[in-house]
């Protein structure tokens, strides 16, 4: 094969360059990744965010003239799929390892609440908006709404506890938004699968129905929480109560934190059940197990810093499919009916969900208003649209773009400002009770 294969030329002002778009992607590659680390810091506590940084940078970059691959994820439904699996699965793993909250009825009480009750409630919604406003049929109006309802782990690092050990960041508002995407992301996937089975088998004969509320609905669900928390203490015992020469925790090894991910989700999908719930249910079993040892920080950040590496790449390529034609199918009544989901169903089911609940009005307003949109929904569709056909496919993918696109400038805009405000009227009301 000629060198000159992967080579391509680059036309300024009249001067030919020839540029090795390997190497071109590994500078940028580079550059993006210094300013993943860099960044966050820079942007804390500003009305401006990480996300949309890199959504515009690109953007940017694929509207110039460089010989770069090609970042529409229509035509890579594949890879797109495995890739935005991989940074939800390595992002639940860290998620878990921030939860210093034992799992109990009363102490999760507002997380059941917007599981059991606002999730599905933005499912039906959803689909009745993609139904009546977009004109999607059944099957993709489910899809619509399956992939739209879960909040994302991935993107919401702003309005999430921080890491082991940071009880100035454990409140119920971020518990109750790191929980629901801890947890939604898996219990997302039985409608996905619904919107499927429509797809393949329509209502017609809804025989495979019955299948589909054992299986899909009731069996994945139950060996996902199950082989979570079995893999969660047997990776304990491993880790922490292993003989102290041979003990993981003694080397304080990261990279343990994308072995665990990697084995928990594998064996879990390989058994049938929902590979999201087992790594987040196993990651927050091996912290509440052993609460008070460095070695979860050292876990914690490793899983950040791979989540982050990934989630670099993955907003470069989705700003650079805005400016390629991921929008082409976005019209006005799409666009409504993601303003409506974002700006009306969330927030109204949300505060719903917590009617009755313990926590005063603000807060219940906040957990209701938040809940970001992201790499979770991109899965979800490409997963559906990979296992089978799909009217007005490329509708689907406009609308959850633009959600997407419309979830990372709101939170990113207003996500600080908001929390910073809610510190400071909690840290009041302490001071008051004391």
């Known amino acids: 094969m000629s060198p000159t294969f992967l080579r391509g030329q680059l036309t300024r002002e009249g001067f030919m360059l020839d540029v090795d778009p390997f190497a071109l992607t590994l500078v940028l590659l580079g550059i ?36 770069l691959p090609d970042p529409d994820p229509r035509r890579y439904g594949e890879f797109t799929e495995r890739l935005t699996e991989l940074v939800v699965i390595i992002s639940l793993m860290g998620v878990g390892l921030r939860m210093d909250r034992r799992i109990g009825w009363q102490s999760w009480n507002v997380t059941w609440r917007l599981l059991v009750i606002t999730m599905p409630l933005c499912i039906a919604l959803a689909a009745c908006l993609g139904y009546s406003l977009m004109g999607l049929g059944l099957a993709s109006a489910l899809l619509f709404g399956a992939a739209l309802a879960p909040t994302d782990p991935v993107l919401a690092s702003d309005v999430q506890v921080g890491p082991p ?20 992301d898996g219990l997302g996937f039985p409608f996905t699968f619904l919107a499927i089975g429509v797809a393949l088998y329509g209502i017609d004969s809804a025989d495979w129905l019955t299948t589909w509320l054992w299986r899909d609905l009731v069996w994945r669900v139950f060996l996902g929480a199950v082989m979570g928390a079995a893999f969660g203490f047997a990776l304990t015992w491993l880790i922490f109560r292993a003989p ?78 805005l400016t390629t034609g991921l929008l082409d199918f976005l019209d006005r009544w799409t666009v409504l009916a993601v303003l409506i989901f974002l700006l009306v169903v969330r927030p109204a089911t949300g505060m719903l969900g917590l009617l009755g609940s313990h926590l005063p009005m603000h807060e219940r307003l906040a957990i209701s208003s938040f809940g970001i949109r992201g790499m979770g929904s991109f899965y979800y569709l490409a997963f559906a649209l990979n296992q089978a056909q799909f009217e007005r496919g490329g509708r689907l993918w406009s609308a959850i773009a633009f959600a997407v696109l419309v979830s990372i400038v709101i939170h990113g805009v207003s996500a600080s400002a908001v929390m910073s405000r809610l510190d400071r009227h909690r840290k009041r009301r302490e001071r008051g009770a004391a």
Not at 36 to 48: G, K
Not at 167 to 180: C, I, M, N, P, W
């Open 32 to 67: 993006a990744l210094i300013g993943a680390a860099w960044l966050p810091h820079l942007v804390s506590n500003r009305p401006l965010s990480f996300p949309i940084v890199y959504v515009v940078l690109g953007a940017v970059l694929f509207s110039l003239p460089l010989p």
């Open 165 to 184: 050990g940071d009880r100035k960041t454990q409140d119920d508002v971020r518990f109750a938004l790191t929980s629901e995407a801890g947890l939604n």
């Open 244 to 321: 102290v020469e041979t003990s993981i925790a003694r080397a304080s090894d990261g990279l343990v934190a994308l072995a665990v991910t990697l084995l928990v989700y594998g064996a879990t999908q390989l058994a049938g059940g929902y590979g999201f719930l087992a790594v987040f249910i196993a990651a927050m079993t091996i912290r509440l197990s052993e609460r008070n040892h460095k070695y979860n920080a050292t876990l914690e950040t490793f899983a950040e810093q791979c989540e982050r590496t990934l989630v670099t790449v993955l907003l470069v390529l989705f700003g650079g499919a």
